[in-house]
């Protein structure tokens, strides 16, 4: 006992012998980059050509299954976004089973399941591999393309570009990604309503025919499984997909603009907007700039909160929340951004800022303190997402796709711990383009275009729409001779049935019904002349909501309590909306309206008419020029759009209105509309 007393005493006194000899004045040095393991991989090729990569992780009772296609990019054309389409369609229904099939054995297996268009991803515990791949091989070899499920799925995302007028970030995606690309380049195309309305089965099943063939795919197979039992299952559920014709596509090269480009898209009544330095870069995958150029882009916003352009513009200026930076890599060509949203007042001190972080990165070495920083955070990164099975399914496949040394992945922190301050400054000099770039910009175009022109080469600012569309002549066509605000407006009124019939309407009930969440929405909406308005909203026949404008105060009446407005901008919005066809006296209510000429819109030339209300609040208007009805109003509250128009006595009504509220897009049916039948003052009395 007393030996091991003694043991006992010399050990702590060694140990605090060790700790007095530490310089605590001194910084400790890093280690080495630690080698990451992640496990050897290996591969087979079928006889007919599908490629199999095999990672075994005996860690957990899970299979994963990825399938790539390692294909050129497809140019759609005016049908953009049937190839995305075509691979979201592949798990709509097989010749064997359909959709709800599909979904059920899923479920019942606890599976995921996704399908897109390069490829699919399925992964099951290890006892269910079998019934997830006899799945995925029917979906895979069997697809039928159901032309319902394609018209639900278009109208989907019909709906989901709504909201992209009033989107600064969408409209800004779309506009970078057409001008950075252009209209040449597969990368540069852009979805829109009417790209959709093109997309039919039969493009979908062409880019099926060309490109899920298996002589251009790779398997990567990770988790719970050897070689051999992964033979035996691909040979089994894989064997019969018959090799195809390649098909090559070669595009040139997207260039970065020859001198300073600004590049404008409207986004109504904004107080902020959002801003984009951004320009094509070619840097492929492993390329050995790839991991120095990652470091530089981290080092100026890439994702650290440290980052210059966050430290600069948020917490240094105060301008915005968030500051970011991107460069990525692809085989053919990628891209960089820069940006941040921010209030429109220092709309082009933001560019100058942006612009002054990237020059300052070419120019200026950056000290050892942030490259320690930046690298512990890619590295954390990198060792996080060594968690995702789907993260060394993908590192596999890098490898073999694109000709990468096996060890790539192994080392990875050793090459980032090895990028030094001159490789950093040598990025920059090479990837950052400040000089030859596009700004990109949406926002409130009173407050914020004049600023622009500055930064522009040419002395000229280039207008868009929300998906990226060049604007004739600033934002519209011209309007043709002969054509003015009030014709256009008398045309309106002939259309729906004449002015004197508008003028004869007394009282209007609209009723309404939408759906939100699963449940039924009934809107009843009651006007009177001269400025009464009831709108009630019923949720299984209990009103949970009465707006009421009497005349005189609007008052809000719902869960959260009752709200009275005798000013304001409630106010004046409800005291607008109680007017029956304002079109009719607009000048007398305080509204300027300006024809400004013709605008595309979806798909059919329309009016566009500039609305300012007295408190100069801008909105815009639009009526089809051929049928001379109303289709959109848009303004910085939203959009709605009306359709399906029919005959009520003498006049006639839309019956499908499809409102924006915010990021949602509710779809209105009116059910019944009644004219002059007597509506009571007391109705429009808030109790």
Same mark, same amino acid.
């Given at each position: ?101 599909? #979904? ?37 070899? =069997? ?49 829109? %309503? ?57 595009? #040139? ?58 430290? =600069? ?29 921010? %209030? ?31 690298? =512990? ?10 968690? =995702? ?45 400040? #000089? ?10 009173? !407050? ?50 004449? %002015? ?6 007394? #009282? ?83 509204? !300027? ?16 008419? !500039? ?77």
């Amino acid at each position: 006992m007393k030996k091991t007393l003694i043991l006992s005493l010399i050990s702590f006194f060694l140990v605090l012998s060790s700790l007095a000899q530490v310089d605590r004045s001194q910084k400790p040095q890093p280690g080495p980059a630690p080698e990451i393991r992640l496990g050897d991989f290996e591969k087979f090729t079928m006889p007919n050509g599908l490629r199999v990569i095999v990672v075994e992780n005996r860690q957990v009772p899970v299979v994963s299954f990825q399938l790539t296609l390692d294909i050129d990019p497809v140019m759609e054309g005016d049908a953009k976004g049937y190839v995305d389409l075509a691979g979201s369609m592949l798990r709509e229904g097989t010749t064997n089973r359909s959709k709800q099939q599909i #979904d059920e054995s899923i479920d019942f297996i606890g599976a995921s399941l996704s399908t897109f268009a390069t490829g699919m991803f399925g992964s099951s515990l290890t006892r269910h591999t079998e019934t997830l791949l006899d799945l995925m091989s029917d979906i895979l070899l =069997n697809p039928t393309f159901p032309e319902e499920e394609l018209q639900r799925l278009v109208n989907q995302s019909i709906s989901a570009l709504a909201t992209v007028p009033t989107d600064a970030n969408s409209i800004v995606q779309n506009v970078a990604t057409a001008v950075a690309y252009g209209p040449q380049h597969p990368y540069g195309e852009v979805v829109t %309503r009417e790209s959709l309305q093109n997309v039919n089965v039969e493009l979908l099943k062409s880019y099926y025919r060309s490109s899920f063939i298996p002589n251009v795919a790779f398997m990567v197979v990770v988790g719970d499984i050897d070689v051999q039992e992964a033979r035996r299952l691909m040979d089994k559920y894989f064997a019969q997909w018959q090799r195809g014709g390649v098909t090559k596509r070669n595009y #040139d090269t997207p260039q970065p603009p020859q001198g300073r480009q600004v590049a404008f898209a409207e986004r109504l009544g904004a107080v902020q907007s959002v801003v984009s330095v951004t320009y094509p870069v070619v840097l492929t995958p492993g390329h050995e700039h790839a991991i120095p150029a990652s470091v530089m882009n981290s080092i100026l916003g890439g994702g650290v909160f440290s980052g210059r352009l966050m430290q =600069n513009l948020r917490e240094d200026k105060g301008y915005t929340y968030g500051a970011r930076s991107s460069l990525g890599t692809d085989r053919l060509v990628s891209r960089f951004s820069a940006g941040a949203e921010v %209030r429109n007042q220092v709309t082009d001190s933001t560019v100058v800022e942006i612009l002054n972080e990237m020059y300052r990165l070419i120019y200026e070495p950056v000290d050892d303190t942030t490259m320690e920083l930046v690298k =512990n955070f890619m590295s954390g990164n990198f060792a996080r997402s060594l968690e =995702n099975p789907r993260t060394i399914a993908n590192f596999a496949l890098n490898i073999e796709r694109f000709n990468l040394p096996e060890d790539y992945y192994h080392t990875w922190l050793e090459k980032l711990d090895a990028v030094t301050p001159a490789q950093v400054q040598a990025m920059a000099a090479e990837y950052l383009k400040p #000089d030859n770039a596009w700004i990109v910009v949406a926002g409130n175009r009173d !407050e914020v275009v004049d600023k622009l022109y500055q930064f522009s080469s040419t002395g000229e600012v280039e207008f868009f729409d929300a998906f990226g569309q060049p604007l004739q002549a600033g934002d519209h066509s011209p309007v043709p001779e002969g054509v003015t605000l009030e014709s256009v407006l008398e045309t309106y009124f002939e259309a729906i049935g004449g %002015r004197e019939n508008l003028e004869n309407i007394q #009282d209007i009930t609209q009723k309404m019904t939408t759906s939100m969440m699963g449940q039924t929405i009934a809107i009843n909406y009651y006007q009177k002349q001269p400025n009464k308005l009831l709108v009630e909203t019923a949720m299984g026949g209990t009103v949970m909501s009465r707006q009421i404008f009497d005349g005189e105060k609007a008052v809000v009446i719902s869960p959260m309590g009752r709200q009275e407005f005798t000013q304001g901008p409630e106010y004046e919005m409800m005291k607008m909306q109680a007017v029956i066809n304002s079109e009719l006296n607009y000048q007398e209510l305080g509204i !300027e309206k300006t024809l400004l000429g013709i605008e595309s819109l979806n798909g059919h030339e329309a009016w566009k008419i !500039e609305v300012a209300d007295a408190n100069g609040n801008k909105s815009f208007e639009f009526y089809d020029v051929e049928s001379g009805l109303k289709v959109q109003t848009q303004s910085a509250q939203g959009m709605a759009t009306y359709s399906d128009y029919r005959k009520v006595g003498d006049l006639l009504f839309p019956f499908a209105i499809s409102q924006q509220a915010g990021p949602q897009v509710i779809d209105m049916k009116v059910t019944e509309i009644l004219i002059n039948s007597g509506l009571a003052d007391n109705l429009f009395v808030a109790q």
